[in-house]
């Protein structure tokens, strides 16, 4: 069986970028480029790794991260956080709200294939 993973981006290359990497090492993907519509894909597909980003329209990552967390059945959800910026204060806010991972655009393939892995239990 293979792993699932909801990636919620915004932007269509990284979305494809990612879903293709992905997909080509055996996870089942899906995708949704808002905040508002991530906890909903999330109830409706229990992935086991999310990849959020922090500037999403309509609710932001650290939004959507804080009610995931909150979520009875989904709130242990491994969460990989994107972000362009990069800053301390983003990734201070990222931990104080549970991310498992924080990472800056850009990122290496590999990288983000390996984290996923990683945030799965695919790896050690």
Known sequence: MSKRVLIVEDETN????????????????????????ALREAERTTPDVMILDVML????????LRDLRAHDRLGATP??????KGQARDRD?????????????????AEIVAAARRLAGLDG
């Open 57 to 64: 329209p309509n609710q932001s990552g650290f939004d959507v």
């Open 93 to 109: 806010e990222a931990g104080q709200l549970g991310a498992d991972l924080f990472m800056t655009k850009p990122f290496s393939n």
């Open 14 to 37: 990284i979305v494809e970028s990612l879903a293709f990497l992905l997909r080509r090492d055996g996870f089942d993907v899906s995708t949704v480029p808002d905040g508002a519509r």
């Open 79 to 84: 969460v990989l956080m994107l972000t362009a």
